[in-house]
């Protein structure tokens, strides 16, 4: 994956020579989500891409929009949701898929988001609070949570309408006559304080009328407000405010967690061709993910830990999102084995018992 598969290795068996299989490692998913269970408060869920415009003959390589430029390339579309941990707030992956409109079996991308919350909600409790960017304001999600009483938080787009005092009005007409009536200050990814304004307003969707949802209302985080739709209840409304903006705030943190996993990995720079071995290896990376959220997460005061941020050569203090300290830690560790995988190995021991094929010197055809 990336520079692992710029220069040539002498053995014979290579990974990505075996990428495209998926027997062994397709079953790791459950194992992420098994350790996860334990810990999550809430968890989010967001899309990305996997550009690939030099590419030609990669399997299956449909039309897609380049989050990073916003132009039309070629390439393939990523599921990916997280947890966060109780404590610390650590994001822990549980679910991810790579997929492409031009691969036989191909629904629609609306189908393969609800796989992946289909698949969140038989591990998960209804409780946790599902947080999902303008992507997913749309009626076939709502529909969705509503229908299961499944707690959401869903950053909503503009051109939304909604129903207010029982009239049908723009979403961003009804937010601005709410100048914000609750305060809360709140540290950005460089530390910089940003005081929010807030305010909670009832209404309904258009396509479901009988529900109840509060539109949360934030100033604060660019020339217009930011707009939040969510089923939370509560009776006092300043701790309703604060709950929602918190919970959808954290959200960085997944999306650092998507970045971290591209450019650790260089998932955009894969030296496969089949979809099947994008998928695996793409696995491979959340695994490792995994492995470094998890290290946080569980062993956050083991001495273990201690050591690798010593390795991480931090100069100024450690940062709340570690994974790009540890990554860092783990890569000088590791490059320092000069005798490569295969000494984690344990050496295969022929057995000295004789057998037919070699008794009687006959050939062994694997039959």
Known sequence: MGKAHQ????CPERLSSHAAGSSTISCRTREIMRLSTPWPRDWKKDEATMPKPASKKLEALS??????????TQGYLTIEAAVLSEKGKMPLPVYEKVFSAAEKGFISETHENLCCLQSLSENFSPRCVRTLDRGFDANDYYRYFLKRGERFVIRAKKNRNVIYKGQTRNIMDVALQYKGAYCMDFKDKKGKTVQCKMSCIPVQLCGFPTKDLVLTVVY????????LLSNLKMQEKKKLCHIITKVYLLRWRIEEYFRFKKQQFELEDLRVMSLQSI??????ATLAVAYISLTTAVHKDSLFLTELKECSKRIYEMPKFILYALGYAMERVLSMSRCGISSFMPP????QQITLFEYFKIADCGA
């Open 7 to 10: 220069t040539r290795s002498s």
């Open 63 to 72: 039309e897609i929009r380049d989050g990073s430029t916003g132009e039309i």
């Open 220 to 227: 604060g985080f660019g020339e217009e407000p930011m707009l």
């Open 279 to 284: 998928r695996n290896l793409n696995l491979l």
């Open 348 to 351: 295969k021991v022929k057995s």
